[in-house]
């Protein structure tokens, strides 16, 4: 097994990029821990926060741990909550907003060769 981990001891960077509110990230697997193809970061958004609206040319996939969230896609708003899972399509506009009352935390892997 090459990375055994706690979330907990991974440091919390602050999203910081436009359209980003109350949201931040850890990185769990990634490139520099061996991982040839996927990055798995683990996404908080504070209750009224949200991640930055946008797209890119590779899909991702999510699944939400704990909270309440809207998923807006495309032309879409979908609720969302604990034991959801997500598909973004390559080149969907999307965007997640914690629309509860308690910090929403949510699993999102994305492929390395997205990473900048």
């Known amino acids: 097994m090459s990375k055994i981990g706690n979330s907990s001891e991974v440091k919390s960077e602050k999203m910081e990029v436009d359209g980003a509110k109350g949201a931040s990230i850890k990185w ?5 821990d061996g ?3 996927f990055s798995m970061r683990l996404i ?8 930055p ?3 890119h040319d590779f899909e991702h996939e999510m699944f939400i741990l704990e909270g309440e969230a809207t998923v807006v ?3 879409s708003e979908t609720k969302v909550s604990e034991g959801s899972f997500i598909f973004i399509k390559p080149g ?3 965007t997640v907003k914690n629309t509860g009352t308690k910090v929403c935390k949510f699993l999102c892997m994305i492929p390395n060769y ?3």
């Open 28 to 32: 769990l697997i990634t490139p520099k």
């Open 35 to 37: 991982a040839p193809n």
């Open 44 to 51: 908080i958004i504070e209750p009224n926060g949200q991640s």
């Open 53 to 55: 609206a946008h797209s």
């Open 73 to 75: 896609s495309d032309n």
């Open 92 to 94: 969907e506009f999307h």
């Open 114 to 116: 997205s990473i900048k």
